[in-house]
C-alpha cells in the first residue's frame, strides 16, 4: 500500500483555478493508477478522475471533462489535479487514493485524508 496526503484546496471564486496536489509515500508508487474522488455534504462520494501507472490513459467524470486535468510525476510520488473554470457545484472535499489496477471505487485500496474545496462568491 501508498501512504497519501492531499493539499491544495481552499476557498476560491466561481470561474478561478485551483491544482490539487497528493504526494504518496511507500512503494511502488508508479505501478498504481491514481485517482481523485469528492465527496459534497449530504452526498455520496463520487469518482473524478483517474490516470493509469504510465500517464497514457486518463479518465473523467462528465461534468468536470474539458476543465479538470489530472496527472502524474512518478519521479516525485506526486498526482495532480488540475481544476479550471471551478464552479460552486465541485465545492467538495477531494480525496486521491490508489489502485493497483481496477476504476471501481472499490479496487482503491489506499485513500488521503482530503482537502477541502470550497467555490463560492
Known amino acids: 500500500q501508498v501512504q497519501l496526503v492531499e493539499s491544495g484546496g481552499g476557498l476560491v471564486l466561481p470561474g478561478d483555478s485551483l491544482r490539487l496536489s497528493c504526494a504518496a509515500s511507500?512503494?511502488?508508487?508508479?505501478?498504481?493508477?491514481m485517482g481523485w474522488f469528492r465527496q459534497a455534504p449530504g452526498k455520496e462520494r463520487e469518482f473524478v478522475a483517474a490516470i493509469s501507472w504510465s500517464g497514457g490513459m486518463v479518465y473523467y467524470l462528465d461534468s468536470v471533462k474539458g476543465r479538470f486535468t489530472i496527472s502524474r510525476n512518478n519521479a516525485k510520488n506526486t498526482v495532480y489535479l488540475q481544476m479550471d473554470s471551478l464552479k460552486p457545484e465541485d465545492t467538495a472535499v477531494y480525496y486521491c487514493?490508489?489502485?493497483?489496477?481496477?476504476?471501481?471505487?472499490?479496487?482503491?485500496?489506499?485513500w488521503g485524508q482530503g482537502t477541502q474545496v470550497t467555490v463560492s462568491s
Open positions: 511507500g512503494r511502488s508508487f508508479s505501478s498504481y493508477t
Open positions: 487514493a490508489a489502485s493497483p489496477g481496477g476504476l471501481s471505487a472499490s479496487d482503491f485500496g489506499s
